[in-house]
């Protein structure tokens, strides 16, 4: 994954023109447009555009780019409204990231996926004879979200559960986003469609060629940090002192030198310090901090 993602790099830095602006903003309008006349034709329009592979191997080779613009799904105005706003935003914020050049290679590999994924389950369901639409975009658009995720997991969100706003981290949406993944692929499962579960996972798919790597670092510093903490050898002088604070409470005192014996109780205006190279969260007056023999564990 590493020398996909820098043989990206150098490519969009060989053609720093490469890739069309404002990409999320064309596929939003186009959307747009076929919802609007989708509205006016009593829904007549969007099946000429959609992923059919009976279609495209008859000649209507424009369906291999303008199922891009067939909204999925019409649950509302309000809600289609927000749904392209948010892949709009989305897109945006990844094409100011990374550079025009690099969310073109990121959204249009989805495209392509798309379409092999489309014509595979194509040619799984009769081929030229195949008149169901076997591809969309709606997987690849919800992916842009996990791209957000990922680069700005504790970035806060405003979502709405009807009409309450709830302010959410991108990480905590994400994992929603990524349950919807799995529902999906389930719901075909059990419903016989196996080849239509794969939809989804190629979206995943397209996602995990690009944060793979970013995926699997964090999951090895996570491992090794825990590994860390729980090490036998690894001292965490927060528990120590609370320890050391609980049972010197017992004591009548917080602090006592290990040298000379005084405590915070007989002394109230001595500073008392843990010394980091003791063993055992040994405490020292100010006198001794810095003149003591160190202790160390055989």
Known sequence: ???LDAAISRFCYKHP????????????????????MDTLSNYTFSPILAFVPGAILHGEIWRLISFVFVPEGYSGLIFFAISLYFYYWCGRQLEQLWGTGRFNVFYFGGVLLSIIMGM?????????NCDIPTASMYYVNLSLFLAIA???????MIIFAGFLPLPLKAKWIAWADLA??????VRNLLSGSF?????????????????GDTLLSGARRRTQ?????????TISFKKGVKEVQRRQQRQGYLHKCCVCGKTDADYPDMEFRYCSRCAGYRCYCMDHINNHVHVTED
Not at 17 to 35: E, Q, R, S, T, W
Not at 120 to 128: D, L
């Open 1 to 3: 994954m590493k020398r």
């Open 195 to 211: 080849l239509f579960a794969l939809l989804p996972v190629v979206a995943l798919l397209n996602y995990f060629l690009f944060f």
């Open 17 to 36: 023109n490469f890739g069309i602006p404002n990409l999320m903003l064309m596929v939003v309008i186009g959307n747009a447009i076929v919802y609007i």
């Open 150 to 156: 990922t680069l700005y997991p504790e970035m806060r």
């Open 225 to 233: 940090r825990f590994q860390y903490q729980h090490s036998p050898n």
């Open 120 to 128: 595979v389950i194509g040619f799984a369901y009769g081929g030229v």
């Open 180 to 185: 919807l993944f799995a529902l999906e692929i």
